[in-house]
């Protein structure tokens, strides 16, 4: 991911125009006076933290790309007397959203005196009157006591609306910003309101806050949920270690979500040091051949008596693709289910290959991992992004996320974002602490 | 269950000899000094608690069924610095293993001297040498931090083995007592044993402690783990109540373990009131017609947008059954997947019945709820069914379990409980609990 | 407390009247017919359960004492269309409460059709208009998701207010029952409640739910939100053992509510059994001499290396009377802290008599014990009771508790569950598992 | 903290010579080959991140600074075959101890084929023979169930050895690799070794991994346990909450670990958003007066009719010096308890200034966020730096520390790490959201 050639042109941030109001935050513009100060525009997060890069970089003239830093600016653009605030929230359920929504209400409405903020429900069917979805008032007595809870009160949806009806119901309701909660699609959906807006000539702020438990948006160091995510399907883990330690040649396996990327099997693994091997999309294996997983296994059982397995949905699936096609609701790929392919492969190679008789213990903790609340951790992430994004909102920039890169927030073209996924590398360190962690060989493939 | 004519020839406790020897735990043997007391084999803990059933057996001059009471004896039947001692755990893993290894090892060490205790490893494998599995010595050292752990240190198999092997092997170990950790197929086991050993005039002590995550054992109030159980289950139940409600239209489906009893089921729902419906193998149902559970979840999702289910493994078996037969390794049938099978079936019948597109959510949360380790309620239930089970060994009694009954620790004759199955009866009071709780009906089939 | 000699006429419930009106409920009233039943008020729950007791007092023509078994009953008082009910929540916190309230709204609301039903906020100053404390109308909607809430929605607070005017302000709002979810004091009141209302001659029945952290009500095995206090008391006895144990001879105390019963240090040594010692008021103990637990202390270390204390807050008061005097708001004598007391003497007595320099680590969860939602268990207890409180308001019986007896729920007078404090006999069989389990010495008293 | 001047030698790592020994790991020294690869001592991570600051800097010919980037390296220069090494755990307790254990025991023996690694018990008391802790033998089988532990498995110890012993100690064990887990005081001693064995010319490698509850080591993102403290802490919050919205004026305090940093106590705060007031080291502020907090919770308590504070325990210390002198076994100066000072002097203020009678609940979790056991985010953090602990031992660097650094892995001098504290600026990012999260006042100073 560090390879791209970005021009710095991709890495500004629009805005509707000149933001002349003094923000109520009463914050200071002066750096050492033990007081929290505001953000310049110019203040800024590089991409790179090589010195050799950076000083290659300088050598060659080319110039050093990096983020605009996100926070409170000291003028923004809304009056916040007229101000009103719309929040969506699409796509697959992930922990933390709810903390999202309550974080951004409660900084419109007590740092900024925006009193007026709608919930639009059931996603962006919310903004189509043929739903029947009725726009929900979120004053901080409606979201003060939803940390504790999983899922998003506003409830979600999936599948593309049109987007003019988007922006006539925001026009219609005199919306000044939108804060899109989502991940992939709903980005893309953030681009085109945006576009819309643009070309309507409307002053309409869209902020997006990346949502996806798989952690595959580009430029966005991590996702919120994920470490919830991961935490929770780390107890898959330990029940499947339990399950395989407990039996005679017993078999572990976990499979958890990952369409295209191995983040949440990678840091399961690591939160809890038990599995023996990792399977993600991003790194190819073979499981016959004497190089292959299978094998591999075996001697592991032979060795020790009992092997623990994760495997990230979206792994494998050159042996599955033949017999799937279409796209789900979102317009992602169907996969097969590698979990399931696995669990009744693994017991015919024994079978059929060995005197072994293995006790495979299949575990898909599915939903689990995603419909719980966030923990402590996210729950300080996602409130950081809620503020950023709010700053940003009331600043008048548009068509941009809330990200984080390097420990810092930052503000990034929702373009960007869309212009490729992210993936897990086999060279990113993750990578290589996981290698060390369950001892599976570099690579599982054949010749 | 109470409409057992049981005879009172039934609930005696079999012994090895007469208990000669002075029980080196200093109790008390008058009530009222505030010191611990031992118990006497004459008390009892009575089979029913209504006063007029008593009453109306007495009149006819009826026996008062009622269990020996548990607990320490002031004359014990072995001599400690004699004494060796067997553990073994056998069938599914369930919470609260560890805990009961734990405890047996800790007051035969502690309380009563004996030094010398030995866990056979992989269920009745470790009896038989042909395995390979070293019988291990379990010290205090050795188990002092297993509380945290789930599963069984020792670890468990499946299947019987043979019977005068086992005899012959605690024979040639010199084994006095020795505690079976297990289900039905273990108790029953465990009765052979008992009887072989009674055939070859040993004089070895065979005390169960049932286990069975699915509490369907007789005469045993509940079993331990299914606290714990029940206390995953319903963090299952938590996220499909979050997917139901978080999307239009949802569904959160949710599978449990219960072979052929509810309890998990129902005691989840319970735990966590958010469920509408609940399947259980003891309350039948049509899916189809007009009482039909179809139906009626069609009417709950045109009322309220959102419906939570939980089904037992074992419910709606009638659906399945003719796709199934034979065995597992344990001998109970094999169940085809109401889960999976309710999973499509739901969502053809409203593709092809109603307008209603519903999102459905599964989860099987499968050998995550009986892998942890016991919650508080389970550990100290381990505990003192762990004591009792010292108490009863040393004592000399012999073909018995320890059980609960009406809040009191009991010695039961093991056959007692093999002789029925223990089932969820729609008249207990839970069962009343879950219709109110749930407001699904009474019954939910046709004529 | 098994002494008690108590007279069938003590158990008996007072009714407000003839119940003539057929429950909605549509239960069966026949046993066997696998539909859930109609309880009677003639079905009952013996106070013993040892058969020898029992044939003992028939012999003597003593009359069997037996509690009334709590449920719904086929004809009800109220009419469900005219009733309006009211639920306060008196005292210190205590896990359940919201999980109470909430069964009692669902019930009434679904099962009954009663759909008015208030909630009076900060305990008796509820009821008292000065407070200015508007009564809230509490609908299905209002409590649905309160469950993962520690507290009470209704808030709460400590001391009497005036009966007459509580009474007035039921009569004015026409409530017909009243649930008092409260402790010791809280329970007084309602009798007084009772009986003020007797002597006006209202309607109003008034149904207590026991509330008290310490389980010291008698007549009721055990009180709701026990099982997760000991719960989380026994993550601070983990947190106690991992500093013990992780240093030159370590010692970790923890203090525990209990002011005059140890049912929260007993039962929490028992759930994470890495204690060696249990104070609790019950078992009088010396600190100094010989057979005195400073000496025992001493021992333990020396040949251990490091110890866990669990004592309960009214543990020990002897040596701290003489300095407190009074009572506080809910008229409790004052206590002195034991904890603090202990954390001190302890590092005096190994200062000053040894050469062992302790690194003493003091652990006062207070008040999270108490303000956390209630776990698995106490959920399902909770919601049980709520649904008995509502079954006997429905049938019109008042000046009554609902409670629990050898695992069944019963009906009790208020007036008996308030002649005595329940406590912790060191005769009952919890207490031996904690000798059993910790190893202290049976007494800690000097001749 | 980004305003130092550091020279670019002062981050340069020593060495104990060449590393010539090609490294067991296999790894990959070309980008791009999707094989995971070998780190170079020069690939860094730049210290700042801002663009114009970087521009800046070359514009006036300073150096860009940059730590050396940690990982894995081709060459080591120790071989495995002989290498011995030694593991310490220095200090107060702290989550992932034992993780950062296990990962160093898992990565030098199946990683790097580095069979004898010895854990030295009690601190540095383990050093010296006087004190009889024997060190023990660290297997694979030995940490391989010590993830669910808190504490420490070796035990700790505070206070200072002699330097000299202990190098005769490791001398005398032919340790070739020291890995010293522990704060402040144990990174001067780790100093001070690592001078002694250059002094006397040995060949020993001294690597700290720094481990302080309170975050507060210089030049170091953050240190682990940090992150599962203020998730328990958060807990205690949450108790706090309940407590306080549950009573009439009800009043949460919270105090905290944090004896100069505020690290903890604005972590959970933004963990947790239901905190009112947060009060740190860092941030000075008044009791009385107009601005003053008393008044300004006053305020609070008119307007919401509760509050929730959480106190450092470092905070308002000019309230308590005058009674403090002294230091603690581990050279910190003794701190006066804000947390009892609160306590009582909050009720004061009420009753003698105002009618407001409060219901004040002290939380004190004291040992309770310390002893835990690791949240999934810091075991992979631990494991992460226990692994680049080792490999930066086996390449032979010594007198440093791993750390990390904009999300980086990085080796660092100890001596810099010493030479300041880190504390928690009012103008980092975090206190801006800890502000606009509670609302509180940017300050609470009179003039």
Redesign the interface.
């Known amino acids: 991911m560090e390879?791209l050639d970005l021009r710095e042109k991709e890495l500004e941030i629009d805005t509707l125009g000149e933001a002349k109001i003094i923000s109520p935050l009463?914050?200071?513009t002066v750096?050492?006076?033990?007081?929290?100060?505001y953000v310049k525009d110019?203040?800024?997060?590089?991409f790179y933290?090589?010195?050799?890069k950076?000083?290659d970089h300088?050598k060659k003239g080319k110039p050093?790309i990096?983020f605009e830093?996100a926070?409170?600016r000291q003028k923004i653009y809304y009056d916040p007397s007229k101000t009103k605030a719309g929040i969506v929230t699409c796509g697959g359920?992930c922990p933390g959203i709810n903390n999202v929504i309550?974080?951004i209400v409660?900084?419109l409405f007590?740092?900024y005196n925006v009193k007026t903020i709608y919930g639009f429900r059931?996603g962006c069917?919310g903004f189509i009157p043929g739903?029947g979805h009725e726009p929900v008032l979120l004053l901080p007595e409606k979201v003060?006591?939803i940390?504790?809870?999983?899922?998003?009160i506003l409830?979600?949806?999936r599948g593309p609306q049109d987007v003019g009806e988007i922006v006539d119901c925001l026009d219609r309701m005199n919306i000044s910003i939108l804060f899109m909660i989502g991940g992939d699609g709903t980005l893309r959906c953030s681009q085109a309101i945006y576009e819309e807006i643009k070309k309507r000539g409307l002053k309409i702020s869209v902020i997006g806050i990346p949502k996806t438990i798989d952690n595959d948006i580009s430029y966005v160091?991590k996702t919120f949920g994920l470490?919830t995510a991961?935490?929770i399907a780390?107890?898959?883990i330990?029940?499947?270690y339990?399950?395989a330690?407990?039996?005679?040649y017993?078999i572990g396996l976990v499979k958890v979500m990952g369409r295209m990327s191995g983040f949440i099997a990678a840091?399961?693994s690591?939160?809890?040091?038990?599995v023996n091997f990792v399977l993600i999309p991003e790194?190819p294996f073979d499981l016959e051949g004497p190089n292959g997983f299978f094998k591999t296994l075996e001697k592991r059982l032979r060795n020790r008596g009992y092997a623990v397995i994760i495997v990230a949905e979206g792994a494998g699936q050159k042996y599955l693709r033949e017999n799937i096609e279409g796209e789900d609701d979102s317009g992602n790929p169907k996969l097969g289910d590698i979990g399931i392919y696995l669990h009744s492969e693994i017991k015919n190679y024994f079978k059929n290959n060995t005197d072994i008789y293995v006790n495979l213990?299949?575990?898909?903790?599915?939903?689990?991992i995603r419909?719980?609340p966030a923990?402590?951790?996210d729950?300080?992430y996602c409130?950081?992004l809620a503020?950023n994004a709010v700053h940003a909102g009331m600043a008048g920039k548009t068509g941009m996320i809330v990200g984080r890169w390097?420990?810092?927030?930052t503000n990034a073209p929702v373009k960007l974002a869309l212009s490729q996924r992210k993936y897990l590398?086999?060279?990113d360190?993750i990578?290589?602490?996981v290698?060390?962690?369950t001892?599976q060989p570099?690579?599982m493939v054949n010749e």
Chains 1, 2, 3, 4 share one sequence.
């Open positions: 390879n009463k914050l200071s750096y050492g006076d033990n007081i929290a100060n110019s203040d800024t997060v590089l933290h090589d010195k050799n950076i000083l300088i050093l990096a830093k926070g409170p359920l309550r974080s409660m900084t007590h740092r059931y069917q739903y003060r006591d940390l504790g809870k999983g899922g998003s409830s979600s949806s160091e470490e991961f935490s780390a107890e898959a330990k029940s499947a339990v399950e330690s407990g039996a005679p017993g840091n399961a690591l939160a809890l040091n038990v790194v213990k299949y575990i898909d903790p599915s939903y689990i419909s719980v923990n402590a951790h729950a300080i409130m950081q503020q390097k420990g810092q927030f590398s086999p060279e360190p990578w290589l602490s290698l060390e962690a001892g570099i690579q």
